[in-house]
């Protein structure tokens, strides 16, 4: 192949190159499968709070990645397939056929130097990104796993997600149930759990949301970067506002060593009345765990409040005299009839005194400068942007 000026005839002739996470690749000759997935929202309680919070979970399917590169053996064949090799781990042992796709955008070249510029112009792969760093990360629970001993366990080591999870995320048993999608993402990613041997899913849907969503948030930050596009819309005002949030920045409510969640004792302002007129107020709550989750996501799907009407009624551990068989047999109904007043005490005991990741957030509009309090916008938490 006769060497043009500065460049090899297939470079140009190429025209282009594919750039995936800064790197350039030798010229390539034609780069199909760019196409971007659909988002599924998946509704998902969060454990301590009363609120509910949408996961969206698919995007992940994508056709093929197709690229060529006109073979005319020049050492631009090498380093195209030493790059190939490199960009897509072919040899990695543990994502399947190839890598997980990283950041990449086409540039258009003549001569060697970029003919189209402006985002507009350049197309972005719909990826995975990886951002640098560490495949694993070791983390301490913030609340703890209790095994049947009552030993609490709080060490675990998590690594990033791979091509084995996105068939959990796409499939569809777990999209109808929050609650499990999660429980199989955190035991697919789990690499250790302190010195606790493997158990199937049991362990994790035995811990408390509170460390449950701890996880997903670090498994989210390691994955894909600790940036989240949300969005808010502004009460007063409605302005839409656009926000990057930091998820490594969300501040952490951590229980000291050796002290364990205490139950939640609330005091009801009218309290619950029951068939002989008498009144209860006396409420203890205990934290929800993954188990609870799996539990109503069928009436979290359903609609919001119900769902969150059969999570607090699961935990629910006592209310005044009201027999322990009436309390499991007509939980929900009973927080159904309670009033707004008592509801709200319910939220905010459960709000102060859930340990765990505060997914609450404090918004200055910049429209009209009204302050408010929101939760964490997570629609693009599991969305590859
Ligand atoms: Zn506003």
Known sequence: MPKVGDFWESYRTGEFVLTIDGTESPGVTKVSGLSEGEIDTIEQPDGGSAHVYKIAATKIKYDTLTIERYVDGSPEDKRFKD?????????SPTQGNSGVRKNGMIVKKHNGVPVLSGSDKEIYMSTLSTPAGKRELELTLPVGYSDENGQVHRTVVLRKMTGKEEAILADRRNQRNGGRLVTELLHS???????????????VAGMYSADRNYLLIKLRSITFGSELQ???SCPTCSERLQVVEDLDELPVRSLADGESPDDIVIELEDGYTDRDGQVHTALTMRLPTGA??????SQMRQNASLGKN????????????VPKHRLEAIGPRILADLTMSDRRLIDRALNQSAPGIDLTREIECPNCGHVFKTTLDMTHFLVLE
């Open 83 to 91: 790059w190939f090799q490199q960009t897509f781990s072919l040899n």
């Open 189 to 203: 990613c789990i690499v250790r759990m302190s010195d606790l041997p493997q158990n199937g899913t049991s362990t």
């Open 230 to 232: 949300a969005g808010y």
């Open 292 to 297: 609870d989750e799996e539990a109503v996501a």
């Open 310 to 321: 059969a999570l607090l009624a699961r935990c629910m551990k006592s209310l005044g005299d």
